[in-house]
Every structure is written in structure tokens, then in C-alpha cells.
């Protein structure tokens, strides 16, 4: 059904919302306003479907009228904000695991190169660790099922390895040349959100959020107990790339960082009246240095984080101006299976202002926003921020701000358009940094046992000219152009690239970030600020 159709007969697919009993069900467990449960009265049914079920029992041709649906009801929702969405039943599950913060499966990474599928880490503490799989083994069968050879997705052999805690999953494992049968009881596998949290220099903690799921609270106070003990005295969060989640935790957070009884963010909406979330308890951090990282990337939850910081002059926001979404979603569960996120609210920063970006020009405008930045020079020059609410606000010590736009740091750091060359590309688009940082470790395990920890290994180890060698040679293979003729400034970042994805097979997430910290540009400017303060 095309957008223009579905435009002509807007009236009517607006019944489908009611008809079919869109607005049913339950407020979602650790929903963006922190709720109570949420009843509302189903309707009689509406003419759309009737419609539909005409459509169903007497159309010339058999038709899948729940893909029929679907597109009414997207249909609808393009109308309405890009925030408030149709999630099919088929994804709802992934979409939960991941705010969640866990799903039940096997417990571990993988990718597939060459039609075979590779495991590249195990997670410790999990079944397949128990069942004794090893980074390098290739899953040749779940089941019965035949996984290598035979046009095999991510998709497929995640479906096929995950189902419910405590049953079996039989895997045929090729290592060493010699085939072996693994029986691995699947259990409850975390979804971590913070993906480091180390010393990133004498007395500075360094925490980076990727999200913000059901767990993020609880692992960032596990983390700051940790870096408190280790004598943190400041601190760096970093939240690029952020696209945010839960606002509950969020607030959270943000409430370990800032006195009693302060406004961290309010929310408003048409039904919707205004409320306000504050500062509750003694925080573990209301004193010492602080700074917050941002890019285009750091979305809703992050912008809240940011946005309060920066509100308060609790702490330094550095980097690129954030995404700019200050839009509160409910979920509400669908009989169909599905579930609809709904914008019901806009959330507003203690300063007053909105950080909701613009989204009248249509939802393609609004896609395109990031790259427009990009083209526009943003990216690269501060002065080419494009302020859209130009009512100014003030800081909690006079500071001008804006809203109308996501969060404009407090030091630019910019965007360094010379480390994405043709060559370096080329490189990322084919993936040949990680599938070679896994091919090398699995080759040289026993080179690598000398290093006990993520922070031995960054201070120790060095891309070698040798491994680079093996590298230019691999990269040629992948058919990446220039390998020969690499510029000296491509060079440092080639090997910094492998460091960092060699660090992260060793050691996941935190040994990536601490090895791709060193050299940092945006790291670097947060550690000379924080040394600066008291």
C-alpha cells in the first residue's frame, strides 16, 4: 500500500488505531514516566475494520491482511512525531532484551566471515563458557540444523541459538581441524550498559554509558564504588553515541551527581501534566571535578544527563552538540502481539528550555538532520551551529543557553574529517580491522597470555611493524584500494584501530576503550580540563 493511498484515506486508518484496540494493554515495566499500570476502554469496532474483514472473507485474491495492518498503521504514525512508532510482534522481544538489559541464550559474541560462523568471544561466567567453547571455534550445527556453508545470517543462527533458561542446545564446534559436540544449557545473559569504567589517569574516573537500560543504574553504582576505591577524586562520563532508553535511569544517575532537592528534568504533554522528577538522596559524586562527553549520537536519556549538568553548572559538557530529542515515549502492549511507543510528553532540562529538534518538514527532513550538520560544516566548526530556538535560558550562574536542538557543549571538540580517507574507508566498510584483530589473536593466543590486564596491555603493548605487514597483506585480500601508498596520519590509524581491536578480544568492551582512549582527541581535552580544577 503506498504512502499516497494511505494519505487519501487518513480519515479512516485513523479508526484503525481504535478498532483494532491500539490503545489496549499495560504501561511497560520501567516506563519513561515511571507510571502506574494505565486501563483504557475498547471501543466498539470501527469501519477500517470492517474494512478489513470485508477485505479478509470475500476479496477475489488471498491477502496477508496483517501486513495490511502494519502499513495502515504506519501510515498513521507518519503523520505524528519520528519518535512515535509500530514495533511488530517479530521484534518486540529484541527490542525488550535490549532496555531490559538481559536475554536468555548461550553467551556469546560472533561474527561470519566466509559463510562460517566464528565465535570471537565468550562471555565469562555463562554456559557456553561452562560448556567449554573457545574464542576461535566455528559452529558447523545447532541442533540439526547445518549453519556453515549454506548462506547463514545473524539473524537465523541467533534465533536458532537462543530459547528459554535452562534448556539444551546441542552445537557441533570445529576447532583445530577436529569436529566436537558441545551440550550447552542456556541460561540468562546480561546486556551490559556500561562498556568501561577504569582509571583513566591519576585520580580521574573514567564510565562509559552506551545506553540506558533497566540495569544501567545499578552497574553505574557498582562502577563508581569500584573507582571510588581505586581513589577517584574527578570524573569523566562518556555518553557519544548514546541513543539513551529509560529517563528513570537517567535521573538516577543524574541524582548521584547533584545536590539535594534539585530539578533534574519535567515533563508535559497535552494529557499530560507537568512532572517533575528531582533530586531525592545524598549522591556518591556532588563534589569533585566532572566532565560529560557528547556527540551528534547522545540522544533523549543522555541529553537529560547532559542537559542537567550543564543546567546546574555541576560540571563541563565536551564535544559535538547532541542529537536533540525531548520527546517522552509510553510503550503499550498490543493484542496483536506488537507493541506501540507513543509520544505522549516532551521533557524539558532544569533551565526551562525544550531540546526537542524540529520535525515539521517530515520524518525524511528529520532522518537527514545528522548528515545536513555534516555538510553544513558543523562537524568541524562550532560557528555553524544552527540554533532553531533562539529564546536564550540561563545556567544556574547566568550562563546563556539554548534549547531547540539537543545539548551545544561547553568546549567543541571538533570532528576530524582527515582520519576517514578513501583507503581507511574502504577498511571500515569491509570490516577488515575486526575480522583480522580475529584471525590474529586466534593464531597467537599464546603471544598474548603475558598481559594480566585491559590496562598491562594498553601501556604495553604496540602494533608492531610486522603485525602491520600482516595487515596491509590482509586488507589488499578484501580488495581495499591504496594499501600500498597509506599516508603516515592513516598509518597511526590503522595500528591504533588494531591495538584497540586486539584489546577488545582480549579483554570486550573495556579493553576497546581503553585503548582507543590513549589517543583520543576528546579524552584528551576532558583529562586538561579536569586536571585544571580543583
Excluded: C
Aim: aromatic letters at 10%; a neutral charge; proline letters at 4%.
Amino acid at each position: 500500500m503506498s504512502n499516497r493511498k494511505l494519505n487519501v484515506f487518513l480519515p479512516l486508518l485513523m479508526a484503525v488505531v481504535l478498532a483494532l484496540g491500539m490503545f489496549l494493554g499495560h504501561k511497560m515495566p520501567g516506563s519513561n514516566t515511571g507510571g502506574t499500570t494505565v486501563f483504557f476502554t475498547k471501543p466498539d469496532k470501527g469501519p477500517v475494520q470492517e474494512v478489513l474483514d470485508l477485505i479478509k472473507q470475500k476479496y477475489v485474491d488471498t491477502l496477508n491482511t496483517e501486513t495490511l495492518q502494519q502499513e495502515a498503521i504506519e501510515g498513521i504514525l507518519a503523520h505524528l512525531d519520528p519518535h512515535s512508532v509500530y514495533i511488530p510482534p517479530s521484534q518486540l522481544q529484541a527490542v525488550n532484551e535490549d532496555l531490559e538489559g538481559n536475554f536468555e541464550g548461550i553467551g556469546v559474541e560472533f561474527n561470519i566471515t566466509s559463510d562460517t560462523v566464528n565465535v570471537v568471544s565468550v562471555i565469562s561466567g555463562g554456559p557456553s563458557e561452562a560448556a567449554g567453547l573457545q574464542t576461535g571455534d566455528k559452529i558447523l550445527k545447532v541442533n540439526d540444523s547445518l549453519v556453515a556453508g549454506n548462506g547463514i545470517t545473524s539473524d537465523k543462527i541467533r534465533k536458532l541459538l537462543r530459547g528459554p533458561a535452562g534448556s539444551i542446545v546441542a552445537t557441533t564446534l570445529l576447532r583445530n581441524n577436529k569436529q566436537i559436540v558441545a551440550q550447552i544449557k542456556r541460561g540468562l545473559i546480561p546486556l551490559y550498559s556500561i562498556d568501561a569504567s577504569y582509571m583513566i589517569a591519576p585520580g580521574v574516573g573514567y564510565i562509559k554509558i552506551s545506553k540506558f537500560s533497566a540495569k544501567t543504574y545499578d552497574e553505574f553504582l557498582e562502577a563508581m564504588r569500584k573507582l571510588t576505591k581505586a581513589g577517584m577524586k574527578k570524573l569523566m562520563i562518556d555518553v557519544r553515541q548514546n541513543p539513551g532508553g529509560f529517563m528513570d535511569a537517567a535521573t538516577r544517575i543524574a541524582d548521584e551527581l547533584l545536590g539535594d532537592g534539585k530539578l533534574i528534568v519535567y515533563t508535559k504533554g497535552k494529557d499530560f501534566p507537568r512532572t517533575d522528577f528531582k533530586t531525592k538522596r545524598p549522591g556518591m559524586f556532588e563534589k569533585g571535578a566532572l566532565t560529560i562527553l557528547t556527540d551528534e549520537g547522545s540522544a533523549s536519556a543522555s541529553e537529560i544527563l547532559a542537559g542537567a549538568i550543564q543546567d546546574w553548572d555541576r560540571g563541563t559538557i565536551i564535544g559535538r552538540r547532541t542529537f536533540g530529542k525531548g520527546l517522552v515515549q509510553e510503550q503499550y502492549d498490543l493484542d496483536n502481539g506488537g507493541a506501540l511507543r507513543l509520544t505522549v510528553a516532551r521533557y524539558y532540562i532544569p533551565s526551562g528550555r525544550s531540546i526537542q529538534k524540529p520535525y515539521t518538514d517530515g520524518r525524511d527532513a528529520y532522518d537527514e538532520d545528522i548528515s545536513n550538520r555534516f555538510t553544513h560544516g558543523e562537524f568541524v566548526n562550532k560557528d555553524s551551529i544552527h540554533i532553531t530556538d533562539t529564546v536564550p535560558y540561563q545556567t544556574a550562574s547566568g550562563r546563556r543557553v539554548y534549547g531547540g536542538g539537543g545539548i551545544t557543549p561547553d568546549i567543541f571538540i571538533p570532528f576530524d574529517t582527515t582520519r576517514f580517507s578513501t583507503t581507511l574507508m574502504a577498511i571500515y566498510t569491509r570490516n577488515s580491522f575486526s575480522n583480522f584483530a580475529y584471525h590474529y589473536y586466534t593464531a597467537h593466543k599464546d603471544e598474548f597470555a603475558q598481559y594480566k590486564d585491559a590496562e598491562d596491555f594498553t601501556h604495553k603493548f604496540q602494533t608492531t611493524p610486522a603485525i602491520y605487514d600482516q595487515f596491509r597483506e590482509y586488507a589488499k585480500k578484501d580488495s581495499v584500494p591504496g594499501m600500498d601508498r597509506v599516508s603516515a596520519k592513516d598509518e597511526v590509524e590503522i595500528k591504533s584501530r588494531i591495538k584497540a581491536l586486539l584489546a577488545r578480544q582480549l579483554y570486550r568492551s573495556q579493553g576497546f576503550y581503553e585503548a582507543i582512549n590513549a589517543t583520543d582527541p576528546v579524552v584528551k581535552k576532558a583529562l586538561e580540563v579536569l586536571e585544571k580544577e580543583n
